[in-house]
């Protein structure tokens, strides 16, 4: 077998991917938080509630 040969990935690359899978996340977490029971009235009704 042949040994696979380890290739160098550029930083701004990786820096890239990473920006870009965190704001894919940022984004599903945030689209789906409307899902919770009374979140979007509570938000058209300006009701901010504490979370801890």
Known sequence: MKKLDEQK???R???AA???S???LYIYVDY???YMPK???DKS???VKNSS
Do not use: H, S
């Open 32 to 34: 789906f938080a409307l």
């Open 39 to 41: 979140k979007i009235e």
């Open 13 to 15: 690359v990786k820096l």
């Open 22 to 24: 965190f704001m894919f």
């Open 45 to 47: 009704r300006r009701v």
């Open 18 to 20: 990473l920006w870009t």
């Open 9 to 11: 990935v550029n930083v």
